[in-house]
């Protein structure tokens, strides 16, 4: 079983960042792929970030966050983070943490999921 809590969201202005936390636990998580979602009001869930846990730290991104949005793990730490640079209104949503087995950007390869947090940035 793997459970994931997030962390580190809040209210800021256009043009703030921000840098979510996701602690895991789990003794398969180490195994597992990783991905960032959001949601907003009344839009489905997207995919924002995503990251294996092989190999080099390298995330790949939605193109509405790439440049702007980074997404690393610290093994040792069993946590994964997301920064999020030059935030705009458009990037208010709650933000979700999950958990392989698959990698990709369909929510549908992750089967474990944090609770969200709610990130909001104003104009």
């Known amino acids: 079983q793997v459970q994931l809590v997030e962390s580190g969201g809040g209210l800021v202005q256009a043009g703030a960042s921000l840098r979510l936390s996701c602690a895991a636990s789990?003794?398969?998580?180490?195994?597992?792929?990783m991905g960032w979602f959001r949601q907003a009001p009344g839009k489905e869930r997207e995919f924002v970030a995503g990251?294996?846990?092989?190999?080099?730290?390298?995330?790949y991104y939605a193109d509405s966050v790439k440049g702007r949005f980074t997404i690393s793990r610290d093994k040792a730490e069993n946590a994964v983070y997301l920064q999020m640079n030059n935030l705009n209104p458009e990037d208010t949503a709650v933000y979700y943490c999950?958990?392989?087995?698959?990698?990709?950007?369909?929510?549908?390869?992750?089967?474990?999921w944090g609770q969200g947090t709610q990130v909001t940035v104003s104009a």
């Open positions: 999950a958990a392989g087995p698959l990698m990709g950007r369909d929510s549908a390869e992750y089967a474990y």
């Open positions: 789990g003794r398969t998580f180490m195994r597992y792929p």
């Open positions: 990251i294996s846990w092989s190999g080099s730290n390298i995330g």
